[in-house]
């Protein structure tokens, strides 16, 4: 674990950081959030990605054997996973109800599922007792970085236009 103690401190500052922004946007714009029904649970589901990356950053930290990490780690993706499958049932509905753009809830699907399937497959490989799972954490972490910046965005600021 020595090599990925710097990445995994990095990571659970940055996504705490993040999901506190996002918690701000949240409470900033919850009025405008609420008028629109898929966005209550988008919220959630990148609330609930970025306390992904938090917990198994956390538990990456703790010294233990694979096996337990790997479990930890896929138990925790799982549970991301649920998140990001209850918020793509909303973005479903929502394409319907407000006739967005289908490239908008495709990405939006698409999105949330990249984010927290390298949790799921890197806490199974990490069962095996074998350090590939730590990259498909490390990758899993960059894609919800990535997507829950772009989610804050739209939380924060695209929800006034």
């Known amino acids: 674990m020595n090599p990925w103690t710097n990445f995994f401190v990095v990571a659970a500052g940055a996504s705490a950081t ?14 405008r959030i609420l008028q629109f029904s898929h966005l209550p649970a988008r919220a959630a589901g990148t609330m609930g990605a970025l306390i992904l990356i938090l917990v198994c950053s956390l538990a990456t930290l703790v010294p233990q054997p694979r096996l337990a990490l790997g479990i930890e780690i896929l138990v925790f993706g799982l549970g991301g996973w649920w998140l990001k499958i209850f918020s793509a049932r909303h973005q479903l509905t929502a394409e319907a109800k407000y006739q967005r753009p ?5 990405l939006e699907i698409g999105g949330g599922q990249l984010q927290v399937l390298p949790f799921i497959a890197g806490g199974i490989i990490l069962m095996s007792r074998h350090p590939l799972g730590l990259y498909l954490v490390a990758g899993g972490c960059i894609a919800i970085f990535i997507c ?4 804050a965005w739209i939380l924060l600021v695209e929800i006034l236009r």
């Open 148 to 151: 829950s910046v772009a989610s």
């Open 102 to 106: 289908k490239i908008e809830t495709l």
């Open 18 to 31: 993040l999901a506190g922004l996002v918690f701000v946007a949240l409470s900033v714009n919850i009025g």
